[in-house]
């Protein structure tokens, strides 16, 4: 896998996370990234207020009850959308086969 640059990651976690209910696993794992990336990057963008933690209420049991799950803010979704328009602009996203 090529070097991503910071905004690349984030981009990347924000749209795993845009759909809700995202665990911290499936967004390392689906944004490639290792777990200690995946702790300064959360802290980042939680401090930024551009996804949000959250616990579902009814877990079937008391670890489903304390895991956290993310969503993409408002903000964070904008973020991404502008991101993307500027990589439409400037030609850089990655055109899929």
Known sequence: MKYRSRLEIIA???QVASSGDASRTTIMYKSFIS??????????????????EYHKGEGKSHREERASLY????????LLHLYNEMNDLL?????EP
Not at 71 to 78: L, S
Not at 91 to 95: I, M
């Open 91 to 95: 030609g850089t996203q990655k055109k």
């Open 71 to 78: 969503k993409t803010t408002e903000k964070g979704i904008y």
């Open 12 to 14: 990347s976690m924000l």
């Open 35 to 52: 777990h200690a990336q995946l702790k300064d990057f959360l802290s980042f963008l939680l401090r930024k207020d551009l996804i949000i």
